[in-house]
Structures are given as C-alpha cells and as structure tokens.
C-alpha cells in the first residue's frame, strides 16, 4: 500500500514537470512570433519612412492646389520656369515643405527682376539656378566675403603706383587675339580664385610665348591650403603658382572637389611673379590693354546673379552690405556701349551664365570693387 502510494506521488510530479516544461516552451514559442511579428512591423514602418523620405518633388505646377492661397495666384510663367530649371539642373526636393520654400525664393526673385528692370532698363536679367536658391545655399557656394575684405598686402608681390596713364584705345578685348581659353564652369567647387588665376596664367603665356595652352584649376584646388577661405588663400595660390607652376588640363583632369595633390612635374607653366595693381580703373584699363588680363576679385550681389546681357551697374550698397560671397573672375578687356563704359569679365559659372559666361561690368564706379582687389603676372 505504501509503494502504491510513492508511485501516485512520483507519478503526480512527473506530470506537474510536464505541464511545467510544457508551459515554458509554450512562452518561449510565444516570444519567438512576438519577437518575429515586432520585427516585421518595425521593418514595415522603417520602410514606409524611408520611403517617403527618398519621395522627391521636381514639378510645382502638379502641385499647385496643394500650395498656400497666395503661391497659387502666382502668374503661370513662374510655374513653369520653376520647372524648367528644376529639370535643367537636376534639381529635387526632399518634401512639399522644402519645395515651397524654393518656389518663394524665385517669386521674390521675380519682383526683384522687375525693380531691377524699372532702374536700368538696358539691362535683361534671365532666369538660372541662382534664381532658386536661399541667401545661406548661395554663401555655401561662393567665397566667404571676408575672403577680400580681410585681405591683408600680399606676400611676394609687387605693388604698382598710379602714375598717369598713356593714351589709349577706346576698346581693347584680348578675345580677339585668340589668347583667351573657353569659359568653364567650375560647378559645385567654391575656389573661383583657382580658375581666375588659371585662365589670367594661359592669357599671359599666350601673349609671350604665342602657344595656346589649357591649364589645371585642379592643382591649385588640390594642392593649395583653402582653410577657412580666408585671404591666406590668395597668397597661398600666387605663390604656389609662381613657385611650382600648373600642369596642363589634360594632365591633371578636373573633379571640383579638393583631393590629394599629385606631384606632376612635366610640362608646367609659371609667371616669373605677381603685380598688385592700384584701385585706379584708368590705370586697369591701361594695364589691360597694353599688357594683357588680371584677376579682380568681385563682391556678389543678387542682381548680378540674375544677370543675362548689358552693362551691369550695382549700387554701393547693394555690393558692400547685401552682397552674399566673393567670386574672383578675369577682365579680358574693357569698351563702351550706349555711352556707357564697361569691363568684359571672364566668369566661371558656365557658358549658360550672362553673355556666353561673360559680363559686362560697369567702369569708372569701382563697381563691386572690381578694381580694389587686382593683380596680374608681373612683367619682365
């Protein structure tokens, strides 16, 4: 009777260790499909955000009922050229929000056109990328401002005195000697100051030496140090152009982003050294045309942004308190239009950009201070 007893007992046991083992695999399956389910979701969500954050908007006209009372009364031009330079561009918005935003940037640009307009009417202002971006995208792609007006003497330079000038032509353009390279556009690179001092360095080994030669911006992206932007930059790339000299284009290909400086060494041009002219736009013009172009260093405002054809004339403070960077270009001549005396300036924001990728910039006014910060290869 006693054995019976112990076997009821062991065999109770054995049943409750059963229905416990049973229950513990019971909730470990149930966290396993919890756990499965959770990721599933979590995986589901996650792809939903990524989705909707790589939707991109290029076309405001599809959506103009979607935009604030005021945007969609906007005349139907706008929308469409909103679009045009969208798909131009290769231009995408990340949300509604941000396109928005670009679209009343170009409205104001638009009424800014018009005022610009009313005040010289001799001047047409197009429509370009520029148009669509704020103040802080346009500061992020040019030269800090302080870049020149923090400029202290250069280094290694020689400074000219303005002692009268001789007589001269009433034109001189440096494009009608076949010394002037193709205008380029230096894309999404900041350092405008490298191919300003590049085409300045093939027109003077042009005129002296009569060989056409394409040179390198890229060396003097890569190899020169840019920190901060600052007026060290301006030194830096004279002397490195004076020390070192530039590889031919082909040599040293083009990216527009700063990479390792490669040490090439045949086939490089130099300047024997670097004059900083007077802020004397007659002594300029002078120096221009007896001795070929000279890198200036341009305050920019957003009406020269907007710029297409003409004699651009901006106000002092346009240019000294409203300007948002730097951009150094290359006056290849000087002429008159209409009565009004201008400097045909080489950029390089593309041949789409002004007059084939040139300006004409008002002479006599030291506009933008286009005068108070220039320099050419010295002569010797």
């Not at 409205?107 to 009313?118: C, P």
Request: glycine content about 6%.
């Amino acid at each position: 009777m006693v054995l019976s007893i112990e076997a009821d007992k062991l065999l109770t046991k054995e049943e409750s260790f059963g229905k416990e083992k049973n229950r513990g695999t019971f909730l470990l399956c149930a966290t396993l499909v919890f756990a499965i389910l959770a990721a599933f979701f979590f995986g589901l969500w996650l792809f939903t955000i990524t989705k909707q954050t790589r939707t991109t908007y290029t076309e405001i006209s599809k959506l103009r009922m979607e935009l604030p009372p005021d945007l969609q009364k906007v005349e139907e031009g706008v929308f469409t050229k909103f679009d045009e330079l969208n798909a131009n561009n290769g231009i995408t918005f990340v949300s509604l929000d941000d396109i928005i935003k670009h679209f009343k940037v170009l409205v104001k640009n638009v009424e800014r056109a018009k005022i610009y307009r009313a005040r010289n009417s001799n001047i047409v202002y197009g429509f370009n990328k520029y148009m669509l971006m704020t103040d802080d995208e346009l500061r992020a792609d040019f030269m800090p401002v302080e870049t020149l007006t923090s400029l202290s003497p250069l280094k290694n330079v020689e400074f000219m005195r303005s002692n009268g000038v001789r007589p001269m032509n009433a034109s001189h353009d440096w494009r009608e000697d076949g010394v002037i390279t193709p205008v380029k556009n230096q894309g999404n690179s900041t350092n405008s100051l490298a191919f300003a001092i590049t085409s300045t360095v093939e027109a003077f080994h042009a005129i002296k030496n009569k060989q056409y030669v394409n040179l390198a911006e890229q060396e003097l992206i890569d190899c020169v140090d840019t920190y901060n932007n600052t007026s060290n930059v301006i030194h830096n790339s004279l002397d490195y152009v004076t020390n070192f000299g530039l590889a031919l284009e082909h040599v040293y290909l083009f990216s527009g982003t700063r990479g390792q400086c490669q040490n090439i060494t045949e086939s490089k041009i130099s300047v024997p050294g670097w004059t900083a002219l007077p802020s004397d736009e007659a002594y300029l013009a002078d120096w221009v045309a007896n001795n070929g172009p000279v890198v200036v260093g341009v305050l920019v405002t957003r009406e020269m942004l907007q710029y297409e054809e003409g004699v651009l004339s901006v106000s002092y403070n346009d240019c000294y308190y409203r300007s948002i960077g730097a951009q150094f270009m290359t006056i290849v001549g000087y002429g008159k239009e209409a009565g009004d005396r201008y400097w045909i300036v080489k950029n390089s924001w593309g041949t789409g950009f002004g007059e084939n990728g040139y300006m004409k910039i008002e002479r006599g006014r030291n506009t933008c201070g286009i005068a108070q910060w220039a320099f050419a290869p010295s002569i010797s």
